[in-house]
């Protein structure tokens, strides 16, 4: 009886290795990956560079042109016993008709409120970008883009918004009153800054003049 060869176990895999038998063939490299031993790996596609961007123009500094206080209820003393009055009035028809403290206090709420402009001192600074308006109750600031018109009283210049908007007729706009010496810097201030409808218009109308010669032109 013949006798089998021993296997030859060297191998890894613990067979025989079959005469004539194809050598095994590397896997290979997946996309993207760094090339290895028997595959090659195929490179990223560079990346366009992104354009630099465009630094922005700075912002000018705010520069304050006037600042000034006024205090109306000692400005316009006449004015003040005559608000007072009608406070006390108000207060008196409150109480009468039996509504009780409650509603008085809420009543001085709103009185107060709505008058705190003449009870308290305002305080006004006006700059290159705008207006500003400061109250014991309220602080407000515009920029002069926001008018588009002004009215110049015997105590104020009023400021007003574009009265085309419903903003602009129910604001109107700021009352810059006058102090005891700076009337007509004030006004100017406000002439130089506000660029009003009638302004715009007359702009428009301007046509920019033709400055084009008329080349020779031969006729034959």
């Known amino acids: 009886m013949p006798i089998r060869p021993a296997r030859d176990r060297s191998t890894p895999s613990g067979k025989n290795e079959r005469a004539g038998s194809k050598p095994l063939r590397p896997r290979p490299a997946r996309r993207g990956t ?3 031993a028997g595959g090659a790996g195929r490179e990223k596609p560079a990346q366009k560079p992104t354009p630099p961007s465009l630094p922005r123009p700075a912002e000018p500094e705010e520069e304050v042109l006037l ?9 316009y ?8 009055l009608g406070v006390v009035a108000t207060l008196a ?9 409650w509603w008085a206090f809420i009543t001085v709420v709103i009185i107060v409120g709505s008058i705190s402009a ?3 001192p305002i305080r006004y600074a006006l700059t290159n970008k705008g207006v500003k308006q400061f109250n014991f109750l309220s602080r407000e600031e515009r920029s002069w883009l926001r008018f ?15 009265q085309r908007t419903l903003r602009g007729r129910i604001l109107k706009g700021l ?6 010496d700076n009337r007509e810097r004030i006004i100017e201030v406000v002439k130089d800054n506000v660029v009003t409808e009638d302004e715009l218009a007359a702009l428009a109308d301007e046509e920019p003049e033709d400055n084009e010669e ?3 032109q031969d006729n034959d």
């Open 34 to 36: 760094a090339a290895t």
């Open 214 to 216: 008329d080349d020779p």
């Open 93 to 101: 028809v409150v109480l009468l008709a039996g509504l009780g403290p």
């Open 148 to 162: 588009t018109n002004y009215i110049i009283y015997n105590d104020a210049v009023q400021v007003t918004y574009d």
């Open 67 to 75: 600042k000034w206080s006024v205090h109306l209820a000692r400005q």
């Open 118 to 120: 003449w009870i308290f």
């Open 77 to 84: 003393p006449r004015r003040t016993f005559l608000t007072a």
């Open 175 to 180: 009352m810059l009153y006058f102090g005891p």
